[in-house]
């Protein structure tokens, strides 16, 4: 499941009325100065199957049920720069696996969005975060709702508008901390996320997305990856904005085809 801390560092619309915020794809526009926003987020996701070390689709011998919970909030701090930080709850059942349930908090997750460079109808932002090992990352009844590694992440995000098309992209990277012993072979991962959405109306957003995400492993562990595809729509009314959204996995290696359901929900003050 995808995590929702980027998600839930939000951000304002565009000066041409173009909602630059995306369900999964990170953008370049911080709050403003003095200016707060909370954000909720549920994820609901299945998988019945996954994609083995060949990328061939394996039956997984039961269903993996994953739902989380998350809440956001930014503040504005100076011009072009916001902070955040997001703390969740997840709840996780697995017909395949012994301990087949688990549940308890998820990482905690702190970030600052840094706006570089902003021109009339596009931006550039550099948005820095560290991850608190909250959850328990080594339960022994019971399937781990986080890690015990700190963790650190820095994404390059991409915001434009033309006309009524709005266009987000994102480039990230993360590294774990930790002894050997504690982290394995794990070394972190890199993503990739291109979002694109069309200001229909005033108030409406349809939207789609493409992600790809790969776990960097050191020694001989092979190197797991997914790519997954979100289809949604945002809404931005006066009691906030909301969006909702399905992401599907397409194609992957050593990972899971997860289906999930995203609701999000964002207000300013």
């Known amino acids: 499941m995808r995590c929702l801390a980027l998600a839930l560092l ?31 987020g549920l994820e609901w996701g299945r998988s019945r199957s996954f994609y083995d070390a060949n990328g061939n689709l394996q039956d997984r011998g039961g269903s993996l049920i994953e739902r989380e919970f998350a809440l956001g909030f930014t503040a504005g701090l100076v011009e072009n720069l916001d902070a955040g930080i997001t703390v969740g709850y997840a709840r996780t059942t697995d017909g395949a696996t012994d301990p087949d349930h688990g549940s308890g908090p998820t990482d905690v997750a ?35 709702s986080g890690s015990n590694l700190w963790g650190a992440g820095l994404t390059l995000a991409a915001t434009a508008s033309f006309d009524r098309l709005a266009i987000g992209a994102a ?12 982290r394995g072979d794990a070394r972190g991962s890199i993503g990739a996320d291109l979002a694109l959405g069309w200001q229909a109306t005033e108030m409406v957003q349809p939207e789609i997305e493409l992600h790809y995400a790969r776990d960097l492993n050191a020694g001989d562990t092979e190197d797991a990856w997914v790519m997954t595809t979100t289809a ?16 599907q996995a397409i194609a992957g290696k050593d990972a899971e085809r997860t289906t999930t359901v995203l609701l999000q929900w964002v207000k300013g003050f």
């Open 10 to 40: 939000p951000a304002l619309a565009l000066a041409v009325d173009v909602e630059a915020a995306k369900l999964a794809t990170p953008d370049a526009m911080p709050v403003d100065p003095g200016s707060f926003e909370v954000g909720l």
């Open 110 to 144: 702190i970030g600052a969005k840094w706006r570089f460079l902003h021109a009339e109808h596009f931006a550039l932002a550099l948005i820095p975060e560290i991850s608190l090992p909250v959850g328990d990352g080594k339960p022994e009844e019971e399937i781990s």
């Open 232 to 247: 949604g729509v945002l809404v931005s009314t006066d009691y906030g904005r909301f969006g909702a959204g399905v992401d």
């Open 171 to 182: 480039l990230s990277r993360s590294w774990v901390t930790g002894k050997d012993q504690d």
